[in-house]
């Protein structure tokens, strides 16, 4: 979704008209470098895309700057792939895409490792460089900028279901018929997979043999046969809240920190204890990427929203978004921390963060994820 | 005399001139219709040629127009996917909607005609006022209005009653919500239809001695039909498109044909797939709108031949 209020127009069409007249003699000379300079475009995650943060951004730089947001990865990259390259500056996605696909097929370029990896020195302590996720495979590059994260596995209505409860029996919650018509899952089917494929007791991040894809496919007509709905975000807290569902699969601080931030603590994201992810983990966590996307005539303002997104008061806008309220690396930062009320630090459960993502495995890609995802679709429409 | 003379070959051949130069160009006719036909080319045209082209590309690939493969139509009509169960259930809902709109409509746009007098464009206004909101909007004030503890549970609860019913996220509120949206769209062709009566013709049968149920029969119905018919059509090709009503009132009880076309789009990223199925659903629907539209035919039913 783009957002261009009538001032951000108004005062990019000033600044574009002053660029061209001090610009007038060279224009044509600079005419690439003149026309990006003050234009900033993002492919992001719901977030980036707010007035909060892109204001004051625009207010500073005069620019023009548009942020589009969609809701699953593989959309974004396509974008890229698809030729959209020449119109994005930034992209922002879950942690494995930078590395292990978009730098290796060019889709995104290195930053200036000694201008940036600095702030990653005040970030949390799971951030520390060489942050895995920001860096080349082979950990020459640093390759993007981390901020937000959170564990990413169920949410239960602790009214219903003790938080003890949910975390001792782990996945198996949505193995139990007694609970078959009282959760429901979220729309969002790439984490869907992931779940499935540990609700049926298998690590989802490795090439699955075709028993194991059997097995998958029986426990996705399952679960997704006991599920009361399937849907949004909004619609999940909306039947956790009145009552309709007591647990919903995929979800987290993510989804659940907005109801909570509403007056609903009862409602909480939980990381279970257990699971057949390596290390015996049950959990899964996200670390969103944003890198400056292999734009030919990449705008100069990329680099800037970067270092912008770092600062304390910014960073700590980026975490309450409209929409989603989540953990920002720059936590680390006592700066940044002490931004944080107490109110904003229970919603995003801040108290178990980090032994929540300590349960977890970070996210990743499902090597047969195609082939997954069209069984778990076919699982769907049996539901009726 | 000498200039005249002189300037006259001139102007001839600067008439002649004009005159190829009109052959040439398009008839105004045709000049006032390019700005149309060029929105229609880009808008409309250009967004289906490139979905007929993917629809023959290599499957997961953005290979449009660069591949040619009839395996995304292939794995369609593969006897073991199951797109069938979807397109059963956007077509099922879809007649299921035109049925029950046929009868709701009937007695609300006779009423329109007939009996609501100088209140009939009040009535009208406040069928159409709901447009003016999203669609979305108006499906959620639903499932507020259904959901546990909501609206009518809440009401009912409070004059100590047992409470509302479970309805939301089933086929049957999916059914609800599709009625719910489309009743506009053949309330007003059909209130048009009834228009058409001529109530003279009725005035003549009554004096005749024909019943109510033979009047409605041979005269109002038949005659009503164009508006009637249009009112279906229109209301089946936007049902079999339907995707929100089972998404939000129907928590994907059921998937509907045109939310397999936007999971091919997304999650799936398999755009050769959705581009195939998005042109068997609209051929299909082509197909059938041609074959109404063959059936009906306008001038005959308005008695023009």
Known sequence: MAHISRRSVLQGMGAGVAALAAAGPLFNANKAFAAREKELNILCWEGYNSAQVLDPFRSQTGATVKAESLTNDPTMINRLRAGEINTWDLINVNNPWARKVMLPEKLIKPLPKAEFEPFFETMLPMFKPPYKWAMSEDGAELIGMAQRFGPYSYVVNTDKISR????DTGWDLFNDPALAGKYGILESDDWNVFNIFIIAGIDPFKVHTPDEMATFEETAKKVFKGAKLIGDIASMNQALISGEIDLHMTGGTY???PARADGHPNLRGITPLKGPLPGGKGGIAWIEITSTVNNPNLSPLALDFLKYVQAPDVAHKVAFAEGTFNPVSQMGNKACFDLFTKDELDAIQWDSLQEEMDRSAEYDIVPDYDKALDLMNAAKRLRG | MADLAIASPSEAAAESAAQL???RMLSVGARCALPVAILLGIGFLAPLVAIFGYAFATPRSFDVFASFTLANFATLFDTSNTVWLSFFW???????????LAVVAY??????????????????????????????VR???????????????????????????????????????????????MLFPMTLGLALVPRDLVDAARDLGAGR???????????????????????????????????????????????????????????????????????????????ALSKLDLDRMLGRR
């Not at chain 2, 005609?113 to 979305?136: D, K, M, Q």
């Open chain 1, 255 to 257: 989804s659940v920190s």
């Open chain 2, 213 to 291: 149920l033979f009047i409605w029969r041979e005269i109002e119905l038949p005659l009503a039909m164009p508006g009637i018919l249009i009112g279906m059509l229109l209301t089946f090709v936007l049902a079999i498109g339907a995707t929100a009503e089972a998404k939000i009132l129907g928590g994907q009880s059921i998937i509907v044909i045109s939310h397999d076309i936007e999971i091919a789009f997304t999650y799936s990223q398999n755009w050769p797939l959705g581009s195939a199925l998005a042109v068997v659903v609209t051929f299909f629907i082509g197909a059938l709108t041609l074959f």
């Open chain 2, 107 to 136: 007695p609300i746009a006779y009423g329109l005609n007939l009996v609501f007098g100088r209140w009939s464009a009040l009535i009208s206004v406040l069928f159409v006022f709901p447009l003016f909101v999203s669609e979305n």
């Open chain 2, 21 to 23: 130069r009109r052959g």
């Open chain 2, 139 to 185: 499906l959620y004030g639903w499932v507020l209005f259904f959901i546990k503890s909501g609206v009518l549970d809440g009401t009912l609860k409070w004059l100590g009653l047992p409470g509302g019913p479970e309805v939301l996220y089933t086929p049957g509120i999916t059914l609800f919500g599709m009625v719910y949206t489309y009743l506009p769209f």
């Open chain 2, 90 to 100: 956007s077509c099922g809902l879809a007649l299921l909607t035109v049925a029950i």
């Open chain 1, 164 to 167: 003890k409860t949910a975390e």
